[in-house]
């Protein structure tokens, strides 16, 4: 069992790394094209991760039923992703984070209306307030910052990462987490080369920037690995309702980061609509966060 530092340092690692890796994608899309920027995540993520599992000696099952649950995992990756790299043209890397906030809400509604999970009054009094403060951020941002066809990529792309989840349970594949998301990760290498003939012509004729190198090398280590490895061991020791609260504290991480690094401007609406999502997300979550702390005092008493 890891000391309580130890987990909170882990806690803080992951709040950290996603709310820097929207940033690290809008700059490794700076000096390559956007598919190509995604691809080679895959491409650089794919050997790294088998190395992994040798040094590890993590059995690698490929039976059908693991098979079956690598392809479902790929459409939190490749499937989630393309929808992502292409939003960067139309969204700062702090409304990306932002819009990736609401997966939550999207999996709740996704759990009630596939999957006939009940949700309470205040989660969907949540889900309404999130949603009229997307719709101010859509609708007050300029057109450079904030285009609503970003925000239409971005929810397709929460969407698909959240049905990815829901399959790879439905599934239950005897896989253990760094064996499922090496599996993963070779499903989207495989469909990444399946459309690299249709981008061929886009394919990379220098050596990129070495900004667009070094977030390309975050987005892969960090964002592919690192942070898979801690929120898998956060999973294991933690509530799932304290987990779930890096959905809340990550985005406004992630405007301030962008603000910072990226002179990415943040408008008055956006603030307020920020706010206001943020607020539906808590609301969302009030529940759980009261039922965690009565189980704390019950266990201390």
Not at 191 to 197: G, Q, T
Not at 220 to 246: D, G, H, Q, R, W
Request: proline share 4%; glycine share 6%.
């Amino acid at each position: 069992m890891p000391s309580k530092s130890n987990i909170i340092l882990t806690y803080i690692v992951l709040v950290l790394i996603w709310a820097s890796t929207p940033l690290a994608i809008v700059w490794s899309v700076a000096d390559l094209h956007v598919l190509w920027a995604m691809m080679l995540r895959f491409f650089l993520a794919l050997p790294i991760a088998v190395v992994i599992l040798l040094v590890l000696r993590i059995r690698f099952p490929l039976n059908p039923n693991a098979i079956h649950s690598y392809i479902a995992g790929s459409f939190s990756l490749i499937g989630a992703q393309v929808f992502t790299y292409i939003a960067t043209q139309y969204l700062s890397s702090g409304v990306i984070a932002l819009m990736f906030g609401l997966a939550p809400i999207i999996a709740g509604l996704i759990g009630r209306f596939a999957f006939a999970q009940q949700l309470n009054r205040l989660q969907w009094t949540g889900m309404a307030i999130a949603i009229v403060g997307l719709a101010l951020i859509c609708f007050g941002g300029s057109s450079q910052h904030v285009h609503p066809l970003g925000i239409g990529l971005m929810l397709m792309s929460v969407f698909i990462y959240c049905s990815s989840i829901f399959w790879v349970k439905k599934v239950n594949a005897d896989v253990v987490p760094m064996a499922q998301a090496t599996g993963s990760i070779l499903v989207s290498t495989l469909v990444s080369l399946c459309v690299l003939p249709f981008v061929w012509s886009h394919a990379p004729t220098h050596l990129p920037e070495m900004k667009s190198l070094l977030a390309l090398l975050y987005t892969t280590i960090m964002a592919s690995l690192i942070a898979m490895f801690c929120y898998f061991k956060l999973v294991k020791n933690i509530e799932p309702t304290t987990l779930s609260l890096t959905n809340v504290m990550t985005p406004l991480l992630a405007l301030v980061i962008g603000a910072l690094f990226n002179h990415e401007q943040i408008s008055l609406m956006m603030i307020l609509g920020t706010c206001i999502i943020l607020s539906g997300l808590f609301l969302y979550f009030y529940r759980d966060i009261q039922a965690n702390r009565r189980y704390k005092q019950h266990i201390k008493s």
